[in-house]
Every structure is written in C-alpha cells, then in structure tokens.
C-alpha cells in the first residue's frame, strides 16, 4: 500500500512521491494528519544537510488523530487529537537531557526529529514515538492546533528577550514568526512594537499584530533618534540585521531566531553598544504553554493562514511562500482533491 507525500528527494528536490505506508511498530503509533504547516526552513530544506535528510518526508508543523498504538505503548488510544512535538521524543540520557536542554539532545532534534530526519506530517500518515504526541484540549481548533510548532518557536525567541514591559520592541521579518512574536511581544505590555518587514503583502499584517510598520532601512526613524531596547530577529536578513544593531540603545538585546548565510553582526557596534546578542533554538516546554495561549485565545492564528490546500497543491504553495506572495500555507492531507 502507498501513500502520496511530499518529500525532500536525495538530490535535494522537493517533489510529490508515492511512498510505502507507514506500518505499526510496537513501541510507536501512527497519527493521521489533519493538517501540516510548510515552515520557512523547509523551503531551504537542500541548503541546510546538517538539519535535513534526504529522501525524507517534509512536514514538522502538524495535528491529527491518534489511529493506531504498537502494542508496548500505554496511555495513547485510536481517536485521540493531538499536536505533535516534532522535536519531542526525548532520550532523556544525554548531557542535555539531564540538563534540562532537551532543544540540544541531538536525538530529538535531528535523529527521531518528524519531517527533519524521520518521516514528517505532509502525508497521510505518520508514525510517532509517544514522546512526540501532545494531547490537545477541545477547545483548541485544528487549525490553531497546526500553529503550536511555530508559536512555541516565537515563544521562547519572545521569552529570552527579558522583560518588556514599557520598553520599544522591534520585530525584523513580517513572516509567521514575525507576526507571531509581535502578537506574543504584546501580551508582555510593551511600549511599543516595531515590525520592520520589506514586502507589501506581509507588512499589511503589521496593525492586526499590535505593530507599527516601519521601513526596510529606517532611515526616516533612525534620523529622528529613534532607539529600540528589544529585537526580535525573525528574518535571516543580513539588511535587518544591520538595521536592527543601528536602531539598538545602548544595552539593548537582540535576539536571533532567523537565520541566514550572511550573518552581519558588526562585532564594533555589538562591542560599542554593550549589545547582548542571544540565539533561540526551537523551544523546550514552550510547546505545552503554546498549546494553552491558542487553546484560550490568547493568540489568534486564523488571520494567518493563506490557505488550506490537499496535498498535492502542497508543491504550488511552496512555490508561493517562496516568492513571498503568501503567510502561511497549512496542507490537510485527508482532504480528498
Ligand atoms: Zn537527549
């Protein structure tokens, strides 16, 4: 038995394939996918082979239904919704495990990561580690519930920016994260958000996102003195980030949670600032408290979401998110074309 799936090929091509079924182990369970985001690394996913395997199904965003338990798993049952942590089958042996850095355990990360290394979530069908499976509330829609990767990524780059409340946060990048670490930035009471985004479709995102746009060198703000404490770095643009280290007060804390091959951190200007410079490596329990902030709605996803395609549109989405035309693209699998 096949199934379709979109996968990252051994020559680095993204391309719909037919792919064997997964079949039960003892110790997994398989998920039937309701729906599965297409995250920005993804559409870099042949330029990054340290994180991505070829010949690899593609998807790490994903939600569905429990529909099958290996016979040694406990505690799971056909049926049951859940949000899968692609990153979330934790040894729980290694340094950083028992550390409490489960985001640096190299096994959950990279080895038994969904849709990096072990077959992801754009397909049907999905097998999982237990580990891997959150339980979602019924309150949390399907589609809020195909936000959680992501939003617990924005939430722990917002996290490590400190306190912000009162304080002038600056947001580079107007993609999902971008917009999602504005909208999280401001359940922490900000002066103000900033949201620095160079493309017309997804700056217009700025105002629902409680931010102001401004423009993609801030000449204009830098010219009146503007200064921002806080940057949320989300765009990987060597341009943002130069801008970025410009507009920071002395003091100031930029956070890096894009990345890109030019990095640009003037080391004179981090020195002469007293810039704190901080990494933010996917999250750890950010994933449980994303579920609760969509599950409450804390934080609004459906604004977000350009579309819903079956899977076989998954390859014209890409296409899409590629040239900036579109936010978001969530795939649902299941849906008949
Ligand atoms: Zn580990």
């Not at 850095?101 to 080895?111: K, S």
């Not at 038994?112 to 049907?124: I, V």
């Not at 959150?134 to 959680?148: F, K, S």
């Not at 704190?276 to 979401?305: C, K, M, N, P, W």
Request: with cysteine; charged share 20%; proline share 6%.
């Amino acid at each position: 038995m096949t199934m379709p799936a979109v996968v990252l090929t051994a020559h680095g091509r993204i391309a719909l394939q037919d792919r064997p079924r997964p079949t039960l182990r003892p110790d997994q369970v398989l998920v039937e996918v309701d729906l599965c985001g297409i995250c920005g690394s993804d559409l870099h996913a042949s330029q990054l082979p340290q994180v991505y395997r070829g010949d690899c199904i593609l998807g790490h965003e994903s939600t569905g239904r429990v529909a099958a338990v290996g016979d040694d798993v406990a505690d799971w049952a056909a049926g049951q919704r859940v949000a899968v942590n692609p990153n979330g089958n934790v040894d729980g042996t290694c340094v950083y495990c028992r550390a409490g850095r489960p985001n640096f355990c190299r096994q959950a990360t990279l080895e038994t990561a969904l849709g990096l290394q072990a077959d992801g979530a754009l397909a049907p069908l999905m097998s999982a580690f237990p580990g891997h499976l959150r339980r979602i509330p019924d309150e949390l829609g399907t589609l809020e519930a195909a936000w959680v990767e992501p939003t617990a990524t924005a939430l722990r780059a917002v996290e490590l920016a400190g306190e912000l409340a009162g304080r002038t946060v600056l947001v580079t990048g107007g993609g999902p994260i971008g917009q999602l670490a504005c909208r999280l930035a401001h359940l922490r009471s900000p002066a103000q958000i900033l949201l620095m985004e160079p493309a017309a479709q997804r700056a217009q995102f700025a105002t629902d996102s409680h931010a102001v746009s401004i423009a993609a060198d801030a000449a204009e703000d830098y010219a009146r003195g503007l200064e921002v404490d806080v940057v949320l770095e989300c765009s990987g643009s060597a341009a943002a980030t130069s801008t970025a280290l410009k507009l920071l007060t002395p003091g100031g804390i930029l956070v890096v949670v894009g990345a890109g091959p030019d990095p640009a951190l003037d080391s004179a200007t981090i020195l002469l600032k007293e810039i704190t410079v901080r990494g933010s490596y996917i999250y750890t329990d950010e994933f449980d408290r994303a579920i609760h902030l969509l599950a409450t709605q804390q934080i609004a996803v459906a604004d977000l979401t350009t579309a819903i395609s079956p899977l076989p549109d998954a390859l014209t989405a890409f296409d899409a998110l590629r040239a900036g035309q579109i936010m978001k693209a969530l795939i649902a699998p299941l849906l008949a074309t």
